[in-house]
C-alpha cells in the first residue's frame, strides 16, 4: 500500500468489517473522498489529522432495504437496464489492476471466486 500512497481520489468500502482505516486514507490524494456502504458493528477508528491536514472527506451511504433493491431490480427489468462486467479469474487478479491503472477497461470486474 505504500506504493500506492495518495494516489486515488476516491475509494469505495462495501465490507462490514471493523478496521482502522488510517491505513486507506493514506492511499487519497489531497482532498480525496472515502465513501463507507458496509455497516461494521463496532465504531470505526478514524483518524482526524489525515482528514484534517489532507482535506480528505470520509461520507456514508445506505445501499437500501431488500424491498427497495427489489424495486430498483423490478424498474431495471421493466426497461432492460442492464450492467456490463467483465468477469476476471482470481489469478488474473494483478492484470485486471494494471488495467485499470492504465484506464483500459469499459466494464466493472467481477472477481469470479467460485470459479
Given at each position: 500500500?505504500?506504493?500506492?500512497?495518495?494516489?486515488?481520489?476516491?475509494?469505495?468500502?462495501?465490507?462490514?468489517?471493523?478496521?482502522?482505516?488510517?491505513?486507506?486514507?493514506?492511499?487519497?490524494?489531497?482532498?480525496?473522498?472515502?465513501?463507507?456502504?458496509?455497516?461494521?458493528?463496532?465504531?470505526?477508528?478514524?483518524?482526524?489529522?489525515?482528514?484534517?491536514?489532507?482535506?480528505?472527506?470520509?461520507?456514508?451511504?445506505?445501499?437500501?432495504s431488500i424491498k427497495e433493491t427489489q424495486e430498483m431490480i423490478d424498474i431495471c427489468g421493466k426497461y432492460n437496464i442492464m450492467c456490463e462486467i467483465e468477469i476476471v479469474a482470481p489469478n488474473k487478479i494483478n492484470e485486471a489492476y494494471e488495467r485499470i491503472e492504465k484506464n483500459d477497461i469499459k466494464y466493472r470486474f467481477v472477481i469470479d471466486v467460485a470459479g
Open positions: 500500500m505504500e506504493s500506492r500512497h495518495r494516489t486515488l481520489d476516491f475509494r469505495l468500502a462495501s465490507v462490514s468489517a471493523n478496521d482502522s482505516l488510517g491505513p486507506y486514507l493514506e492511499l487519497l490524494k489531497i482532498k480525496g473522498t472515502f465513501l463507507i456502504v458496509g455497516a461494521p458493528d463496532k465504531p470505526m477508528d478514524l483518524p482526524s489529522f489525515s482528514l484534517i491536514f489532507d482535506k480528505r472527506t470520509v461520507k456514508g451511504s445506505m445501499i437500501g
